[in-house]
């Protein structure tokens, strides 16, 4: 591997790219490590650069690049520079880009996969591509670009795979492998199949997994939902056509398989009741530093809270982590929950933590009341949308809510767990109030005119804690 120290080039690259993480703040490519060039042509490579920002900290992020002797104006766009490569100076002169822009830098990547063994791996520099399972990759299949994404790049190879390429990389083993690896293999039908992934020693880089291109987006599902009830003025809403709830009971049963497994798999543990107390108590009193709308809700909170201390100790396991209705897809044989990263804000040995499993069920429940609150937001921009709308959008939600939850309590039965206890309900309770506290900080920061959604959420849970 070879370094270097001083890339204005790929500087002014990363201040426009979306998933940079700092953009608006000055930085400087002050490294950059190559892993891995792959078997082309074209030349494409790997490199790792150390992203420093004037306070003297530092990032890492991963950026793939396809090398060509001439000008490409099909993929201007991604342009990174022009030169001589200081990692490949015998190379000349060379138009350098951003390779996930490149369609035949992708069919590069996904040649390099079929040529790893089924079931082994295969080295090339620096780098280790892995497969698992028995899937025979589509090769004679154009790549897409998908363009909505944040923080990662993800290109699809026709109708067959999804190649995720981790931008922002930090060491030790990625959630999102780690858990799709174990879903995989244990055949569990509620994800998208992990065909393989590549590492750069703790690194892990990309990972390749089935393309659900016919699936839609569990969020947009639930809003067009909610869209058919306000429409039916009359109806009530298990009497739409666009009735919700038998999909929300189905949801709470896929993500109840998810946990078995997980469970299964990864064991499970204890904490104390007052411990999780003490954490959300914490978070509470730094959101009431800055939210003040918060404050005439705080010894309410404080009660939720509280009333774990006399819990003892609650089960926790491996879980999704950031559970929500963005992070589901609905297919013809069923739901898929996606994104095993966990919350992207936390450490990634955070991330890796056993935590309780109603931490999921409560972010799911929180995603419903958003769905359903975001359209009647629409409507009031519209107009006055009349006396009705409150109360058929507190009928949706708790329709919707309750689905989800006997879905999952149901399925936890029947895989040989118990009904829902007195002593969980508290614990969704508190885990529903320590998200909308958390969605009170962003939204007051973000979306001010928002911010009324997780208060009235908050509302509803103090008046019965």
Known sequence: MTSTSSHPQMTAYLAQARWFAGKGRDHDVTDVVRVATLPGPPTVTIDLLTVTYPDGSTERYQMPLVHHGEEQHRIGHALVGHGTDDLD????????????????????????????????????GGTTFHRIGDHELATDVHSTLFSGEQSNSSVAFGDDSLLKVFRKVTSG??????????????????????????????????????????????????????????????????????????????????????????????????????SLAEQMRVRLEAQLAGVPDLAPHADALRRVFADLGDLGRQEVHRV???LHLGQTLRTARGWKLVDFEGEPAKPLSERRLPDSPWRDVAGMLRSFDYAVESVVKDLHELGDPGPQVEYRAREWRERNRAAFLHGYVERRVEAGGSAMTDAERALVDAY??????????????????????P???ISRIGDHA
Request: proline residues 3%; negative net charge.
């Open 432 to 453: 529903e109030a320590d998200k909308a506290v958390y969605e009170v900080g962003y939204e007051a920061r973000n979306r001010p005119t928002w911010v009324d959604i």
């Open 320 to 322: 999704h982590g950031d």
């Open 89 to 124: 100076p015998d190379a000349g002169e060379r138009w350098t880009y951003d390779a996930v822009h490149d369609r035949e830098a992708m069919a590069v990547y996904l040649q390099t996969f079929c040529s790893t063994p089924s079931g082994g791996e295969q080295a090339y």
């Open 173 to 274: 083993r990625n959630p999102d492998i780690e858990i799709h690896k174990v879903l995989t293999e244990a055949e569990n039908p509620n994800v998208a199949a992990l065909y393989g992934w590549v590492q750069a020693g703790e690194d892990d880089l990309a990972m390749l997994q089935q393309f659900l291109r016919t699936a839609a987006d569990g969020w947009d599902l639930a809003l067009s939902s909610v869209r058919n009830l306000f429409s039916e003025a009359d109806l009530h809403a298990d009497e739409v056509g666009g009735d919700f709830a038998g999909e929300s009971e189905r949801l709470g049963a896929a993500v109840a398989d998810v946990h078995v497994v997980l469970r299964e798999h990864f064991g499970h543990d204890t904490v104390d009741g007052a």
């Open 455 to 457: 208060l009235a959420a």
